[in-house]
């Protein structure tokens, strides 16, 4: 699975968008790009995944871009409970290392009022 | 839908016992996988289990195992506990779909304490 690259800290206002970054510049094409996160001492959270186009859901947006070396997580309006450290995943949805997740050290999101 | 369970919340333990951690999936989920996080290595991968069978293995060693039920409920074991092996016990389930396994949920995790 590729590896992934995170800056290991950003912060952002209440209210404001949170553009977090990743770079998978080595991205294979049957490899999807997973995002999580993890609020202090409790289990990570699924947020969103995409493979190529850009997705939407309740919690936020993923931007891919077109060569699918770098994407980026876009939380909208980011509320003092976004504040959590993020991990960028890339893995194939098939084959010998389904079901194995590997995180990074992610970055860890401050959002301050 | 009830969320991944996992008991107990919280366990203390002396070198060289051994500890079982316990995993209820969410309804319907037939994968289950483990993770450990300890603040020096993160979220490692332990192993995961579907429909009964070990699929996937991490790098620890044989003193860390695990096993699923025919209800998809799991349970891993830790012998001869080291205190290296203090960490946040993680669980996480996904769904049935055959290849998309990497939308998972996660418990609330069981903090093992060695001492």
């Known amino acids: 699975d590729a590896k992934t690259t995170q800056p290991p800290s950003m912060d952002c206002a209440e209210g404001r968008a949170a553009n977090l970054p990743c770079n998978h510049s080595t991205i294979s094409g049957n490899e999807y790009v997973y995002w999580y996160r993890q609020i202090h001492s409790q289990g990570p959270q699924y947020i969103i995944h995409?493979?190529?186009n850009n997705e939407t859901n309740e919690m936020a947006s993923l931007i891919i871009t077109e060569d699918r070396k770098s994407s980026t997580l876009i939380l909208p309006h980011a509320t003092l409970r976004d504040t959590a450290v993020y991990y960028c995943?890339?893995?194939?949805?098939?084959?010998?290392?389904?079901?194995?997740?590997?995180f990074g050290r992610g970055t860890q999101l401050t959002v301050w009022p | 839908k009830a969320g991944v369970t996992q008991t107990p919340r919280y366990l203390i333990k002396t070198r060289g016992q051994q500890v079982t951690l316990s995993c209820s999936p969410i309804s319907g989920h037939r994968s289950v996988s483990w993770y450990q996080q300890t603040p020096g290595q993160g979220l490692q991968f332990l192993f995961e289990?579907?429909?009964?069978?070990?699929?996937n293995k991490g790098n620890f060693p044989g003193r860390f195992s695990g096993r699923q039920f025919s209800n998809s409920r799991s349970e891993m074991n830790v012998s001869t506990l080291e205190l290296g092996d203090s960490a946040l016990y993680l669980c996480?389930?996904?769904?049935?779909?055959?290849?998309?396994?990497?939308?998972?949920?996660f418990g609330p995790g069981t903090r093992l304490t060695v001492t």
């Open positions: 289990y579907f429909s009964e069978t070990q699929r």
């Open positions: 995409g493979l190529k």
């Open positions: 996480a389930s996904s769904g049935g779909e055959a290849g998309v396994r990497g939308e998972q949920y």
């Open positions: 995943i890339v893995i194939r949805n098939r084959g010998s290392t389904l079901g194995r997740l590997y």
